[in-house]
C-alpha cells in the first residue's frame, strides 16, 4: 500500500505540472485510479479533492506574480459555483458518457480558433459586454461538468482567453482561482456523500501541491509562446483520448 500511495504521489506531482502549465492536469490522474481498479465515482470525486492540492500551490505562485485579474476571477467564481452544484448532483445521480461526448464536441467547436488564429492566447484585447455575458453562460455549462470531471481546466481557459481577452497565462491564472473555488463547493458535496477516499486523495493532493507550483513557476518563467505550444498538444491529446473512451 505504501508503493502504491508512492506511486499516486509522483502521478499527483505530473499532474499538478501539467495543470498549472495547460489545466489537464486531471486526465492524468483521473486514468491512472481508474485504471487502479477505483469505481469512476470514487476517482472522480477523490481526483477532485487531489486537485486542491494544484489550485493551492499554483495560485501560490500566480498571486505573488500578479498574473490573476481580480475583476474576472470573481465573475467566474459566481457561475463557477452554480455551474458546481448541478454538477455535484449528476455525478451522484446520473451516467457520465453522454456528458463525455458533449465535451468532445466543444472542443472539435473550440480547435479552429486555438489552431488557426495565431493571436489567440499571446495578447490582451478589449472585449464587449455581450461578450462577457456569453462567457460566463458558456462557464457555468462547462462548469457543471468540470466540477466534478477533472482535467478540463483547457476547456475553462479557451473559454476564459477568447471571451474576456486575456492572454494565456492570465486566463490560466484567473480561471484556476474560479476552479478552485467551484471545486471546494463540490468537495463538500462529495465528502457529504461518502465519495472521497482520503488515504488516496491525501497523497493526490500533496503531489499536486508541488506539481502545481512548479508548473506555473515554469509557465511564467517561459512566456505565453510556448505555455500556447503545450497548451495545443494537450488539447489534441485530450481531445483524442476524450472522443474514444
Known amino acids: 500500500m505504501e508503493i502504491k500511495l508512492i506511486i499516486i504521489l509522483i502521478i499527483g506531482i505530473a499532474s499538478g505540472f501539467i495543470g498549472a502549465i495547460a489545466g489537464a492536469g486531471g486526465l492524468i490522474s483521473i486514468s491512472f485510479l481508474l485504471f487502479l481498479g477505483i469505481p469512476p465515482q470514487i476517482t472522480l470525486a477523490t481526483n477532485k479533492f487531489g486537485g486542491m492540492g ?66 489567440f492566447g499571446l495578447e490582451e484585447k478589449q472585449v464587449s459586454r455581450q461578450r462577457e ?13 468540470a466540477s466534478f470531471f477533472g482535467g478540463l481546466g483547457f476547456i475553462t481557459i479557451s473559454i476564459v482567453i477568447f471571451f474576456f481577452g486575456l492572454s494565456i497565462i492570465r486566463a490560466n491564472a484567473t480561471e484556476l482561482f474560479s476552479y478552485s473555488i467551484f471545486s471546494l463547493s463540490a468537495v463538500i458535496i462529495f465528502a457529504l456523500h461518502g465519495l472521497i477516499d482520503y488515504k488516496i486523495g491525501i497523497a493526490l493532493f500533496f503531489g499536486m501541491l508541488l506539481g502545481g507550483y512548479l508548473g506555473a513557476h515554469l509557465a511564467i518563467k517561459k512566456g505565453n509562446q510556448w505555455v500556447k505550444l503545450v497548451f495545443s498538444v494537450v488539447i489534441i491529446i485530450a481531445a483524442i483520448k476524450i472522443l474514444l473512451s
Open 54 to 119: 494544484l489550485s493551492i500551490g499554483a495560485l501560490f505562485k500566480f498571486i505573488k506574480e500578479k498574473k490573476i485579474i481580480w475583476r474576472y476571477a470573481i465573475l467566474l467564481s459566481f457561475f463557477g459555483i452554480l455551474g458546481s452544484l448541478f454538477g455535484s448532483y449528476i455525478l451522484i445521480n446520473i451516467d457520465l458518457a453522454f456528458l463525455q461526448k458533449l465535451i468532445g464536441i466543444l472542443l472539435i467547436v473550440l480547435a479552429p480558433t486555438i489552431f488557426f488564429k495565431r493571436s
Open 133 to 145: 455575458i456569453f462567457g460566463c453562460l458558456l462557464y457555468f455549462f462547462v462548469a457543471i461538468i
